[in-house]
């Protein structure tokens, strides 16, 4: 797999505070907070190789040390005319009320399947669809 040399940079909006970018490499679809994101976590201004392709996700500062939030980032890592770039493909303002969004997204990215209908048989799903009147 084509590696590329990068240098992370975490944002730093509100006063001392900083943010943190985290490599995903699996998500776990039944968790509903950043610990969803497995993975390794980059230090800020570190210059890395890591592959084309590979998703990171960010999380930053917003507003003031007393009242803050939060937003976060999704990128992905590939390389244009040979040269490292990092296209962002989401961004949340509020990573509170729309991390799932995030999580869904990069497990998209990473091409993990989302299966909401795992934890029942197919006859509880037909049921369920007979009586909505679905089929």
């Keep these: 797999m084509k590696k590329v040399r ?5 944002e730093t909006n509100s006063g001392h505070r900083i943010g ?11 968790k509903t907070n950043g610990y969803a994101l497995e993975g390794n976590f980059l230090k ?13 996700v960010s999380q930053n500062p917003e507003g ?8 976060g980032t ?3 890592v590939t390389e244009i005319n040979g040269k490292p770039v990092l296209e ?4 949340i303002d509020d990573w509170y009320n729309d991390f799932l ?5 990069v497990a998209e990215e990473l091409q993990i399947k989302i299966d909401i209908f795992k934890d029942f048989t197919n006859e509880q799903l037909i ?9």
């Excluded at 990068?6 to 975490?10: E, L, P, S, V, W």
């Excluded at 985290?22 to 039944?30: E, P, Q, R």
């Excluded at 800020?44 to 990171?56: K, S, T, Y």
């Excluded at 969004?101 to 997204?105: E, G, P, S, V, Y």
């Design 20 to 30: 943190w970018t985290k490599h995903v490499t699996n998500v776990d679809i039944n």
């Design 88 to 91: 962002t493909i989401l961004k």
């Design 64 to 71: 003031s040390v007393k009242r803050n939030d939060k937003s």
């Design 44 to 56: 800020n201004e570190q210059i890395i190789d890591i592959p084309v392709g590979a998703i990171l």
């Design 6 to 10: 990068i240098r992370i940079q975490n």
């Design 127 to 135: 049921e369920e669809c007979k009586k909505r009147t679905l089929i």
């Design 101 to 105: 969004i995030l999580r869904d997204k």
């Design 74 to 76: 999704v990128k992905k």
